[in-house]
């Protein structure tokens, strides 16, 4: 399945990417195999093959044990801070 580059300009302007035109063409080329690929995926017989869950029985949970470990004080890390309003970290604003 060929993409067009206004697709691929239609992709890059709804994830904020900026792309020179080489790298657009080459975006179009890479798309277009993936689709392809994906489309040959679409092609394989799957009805014959049986549906197994699986099941490790012998793995082991390896997370560390969670526990309280001792922090800095409040005042110390407000103190590191750049800016600060009270007791709160002040921040430039992100939302408009």
Do not use: H
């Amino acid at each position: 399945m060929a993409i067009s580059l206004d697709e691929v300009n239609r992709i890059a302007k709804l994830a904020r990417l900026r792309f020179t035109d080489e790298e657009k063409i080459k975006l179009q080329q890479e798309l277009s195999a993936i689709l392809d690929y994906v489309g040959q995926l679409k092609k394989v017989e799957t009805k014959t093959v049986e549906e197994k869950l699986f099941e490790d029985l012998d793995s082991v949970n390896r997370m560390r044990d969670d526990f309280a470990e001792v922090q800095a004080e409040p005042a110390e890390l407000l103190n590191l801070a750049p800016d600060r309003e009270g007791d709160f970290f002040k921040v430039r604003s992100v939302l408009e």
